[in-house]
């Protein structure tokens, strides 16, 4: 299995550019999330999705959309990049029983993506 | 979610087995421990958890103290490639239909020696 896997690994944008990062999981994980670390920061949740077609904004979800179209697949969009988006971007998943068998807090992370917004 | 404290920086030496303390005096009945690391510029990387009893994976060993005010993660055999952020995590497992990110304090830079 490849756990988590994201593209791009890292990518440059200027001011008001847009993009798309993919997340992808072969574990049959119910929930996904993104996150993005600031440096000296915590992970900070941006948005989330328990199942194919929903999702639910998180912490910090501002200038950020979500599209869960297959059950593996969780893309993060940035439609305007701004600096204050510079950050590292990391996805996780995770099933969506409770504990003791893990559950939501037992989450598997990707390599993360990072973004360097001039 | 209970606080968490945990010392900021530890050192092992490489071979010897690896003991990060992490204290939670405020943890509620229905809160559990989780442990995750992360290795410099990589993404966090779940461990173990435990709600009151002692737990064992192919990874680390945790022993959660009989008050659960404190739990302690061993490593029983460190190698260079341990070194890493250790976070203690306490919150009650969630069983809603949402979700709540992971909140990573400021955990324990262990750094494992040649």
């Known amino acids: 299995n490849a756990g988590v896997t994201q593209t791009p690994k890292f990518r440059v944008l200027k001011t008001g550019q847009s993009m798309t990062l993919l997340c992808a999981q072969d574990m049959n994980h119910e929930y996904m999330y993104w996150y993005r670390q600031d440096p000296g920061m915590g992970l900070r949740l941006i948005h989330y999705s328990v199942g194919e077609g929903t999702t639910a904004k998180g912490e910090v979800p501002d200038g950020y959309n979500v599209s869960r179209l297959k059950k593996q697949n969780f893309l993060l969009g940035l439609e305007s990049a701004a600096p204050s988006q510079t950050s590292v971007y990391f996805c996780?998943?995770?099933?969506?029983?409770?504990?003791?068998?893990?559950?939501?807090?037992?989450?598997?992370f990707g390599p993360g993506t990072r973004l360097l917004v001039l | 979610d209970a606080k968490t404290t945990q010392p900021p920086s530890m050192d092992c030496a490489e071979g010897r087995a690896a003991n990060l303390p992490c204290n939670h005096s405020t943890i509620s009945g229905n809160e559990y421990v989780y442990w995750y690391r992360q290795i410099h510029s990589q993404g966090p990387q779940y461990i173990i958890h435990g709600l009151k009893n002692n737990e064992t994976n192919e990874m680390a060993s945790l022993i959660i103290t009989e008050d659960r005010k404190s739990s302690t993660l061993i490593l029983p055999h460190a190698t260079l490639r341990d070194t890493a952020v250790y976070y203690c995590?306490?919150?009650?497992?969630?069983?809603?239909?949402?979700?709540?990110?992971?909140?990573f304090g400021k955990g324990t830079h262990l750094i494992i020696q040649p």
């Open positions: 996780a998943s995770s099933y969506s029983v409770a504990a003791p068998t893990g559950g939501r807090e037992t989450q598997y």
């Open positions: 995590i306490v919150r009650v497992a969630y069983s809603g239909g949402g979700a709540d990110g992971l909140t």
